[in-house]
C-alpha cells in the first residue's frame, strides 16, 4: 500500500460535544459532501451511458 492508498483516518466527536455554530458549520460541510456526490453520480451516469451507446449499439 502506498501512502496515497492508506486509508484516513477520522476521529468522530460526539454531536453533544459541538457549540450550536459547530453544527451549523458541520451540516453546511456535509450539504457540500452531499451536493459533490451527487455531482459524480450524474458524471459516471453520463460516461456509462456513452459506454453503453458505444459498445451495445442495437
Known amino acids: 500500500m502506498t501512502f496515497d492508498e492508506e486509508p484516513i483516518r477520522v476521529v468522530k466527536r460526539g454531536l453533544d460535544d459541538m457549540s450550536i455554530q459547530e453544527l451549523k458549520d458541520r451540516i453546511e460541510s456535509l ?10 453520480i450524474l458524471k ?12 451495445f449499439k442495437s
Open 31 to 40: 450539504k457540500g459532501d452531499i451536493a459533490a456526490c451527487e455531482a459524480m
Open 44 to 55: 459516471k451516469e453520463a460516461t456509462r451511458k456513452a459506454a453503453e451507446a458505444a459498445f
